[in-house]
T-cell receptor, first 111, second 114 residues
Framework: RKEVEQDPGPFNVPEGATVAFNCTYSNSASQSFFWYRQDCRKEPKLLMSVYSSGNEDGRFTAQLNRASQYISLLIRDSKLSDSATYLCVVTLTDSWGKLQFGAGTQVVVTP | ETGVTQTPRHLVMGMTNKKSLKCEQHLGHNAMYWYKQSAKKPLELMFVYSLEERVENNSVPSRFSPECPNSSHLFLHLHTLQPEDSALYLC?????????????FGPGTRLLVL
């Protein structure tokens, strides 16, 4: 079983619509959670951390469900510039900063 | 700009060649990482350095040899690679290795092994 699993997509989203997708993780000891964004042929960049109480950053909302071991990302009012691959990332404590990456969910926002 | 640079950006090499990838971070971080990203696969952690000391070697073949001469520079020396080693090699840095720190990635070196 993969440690971090994501639906690869693509999620084709009309501009202005809302899109949401999940990521599941296998290790219940996972401690920190992040969403990174990777544009085509570019490096990953941190989009947002995910906190236990859920958090929002502009049009982006992240949720954590420890009981079911998944995190989610919701994008409201999608922009063309939101087209990217969204990487789910989890870490364990005492793991020398080791990030466990999912393979990514591709989002394509269309005009 | 992320403050992490990598050279070269693209590299084509034969299986008998020796080459080195270079990474430099201008963020004052204490931890540096090498990752491999193959098509449609998750990023794979290769090596972790904390304060110039290697703290993790993630079962990487010996044909990949890292070097960290100081906290700002990281190298990946390559020799006798295989075609399946063709991938995007990403360097990253973070303030430390506590696990909750954001990692900042360089633009990567796209490697093709013929």
């Amino acid at each position: 079983r993969k440690e971090v699993e994501q639906d690869p997509g693509p999620f084709n989203v009309p501009e202005g619509a809302t899109v949401a997708f999940n990521c599941t993780y296998s290790n219940s000891a996972s401690q920190s959670f992040f969403w990174y964004r990777q544009d085509c042929r570019k490096e990953p960049k941190l989009l947002m951390s995910v906190y236990s109480s859920g958090n929002e950053d502009g049009r982006f909302t992240a949720q954590l469900n420890r009981a079911s071991q998944y995190i989610s990302l919701l994008i409201r009012d999608s922009k063309l510039s939101d087209s990217a691959t969204y990487l789910c990332v989890v870490t364990l404590t005492d793991s020398w900063g080791k990030l466990q990456f999912g393979a990514g969910t591709q989002v394509v926002v269309t005009p | 700009e992320t403050g992490v640079t990598q050279t070269p950006r693209h590299l084509v090499m034969g299986m008998t060649n020796k080459k080195s990838l270079k990474c430099e971070q201008h963020l004052g971080h204490n931890a540096m990482y090498w990752y491999k990203q193959s098509a449609k696969k998750p990023l794979e952690l290769m090596f972790v350095y904390s304060l110039e000391e290697r703290v993790e070697n993630n079962s990487v073949p010996s044909r990949f040899s890292p070097e960290c001469p100081n906290s700002s520079h990281l190298f990946l020396h390559l020799h006798t690679l295989q075609p399946e080693d063709s991938a995007l090699y990403l360097c990253a840095s973070s303030q430390d290795t506590s696990g909750g720190e954001t990692q900042y990635f360089g633009p990567g070196t796209r490697l093709l092994v013929l």
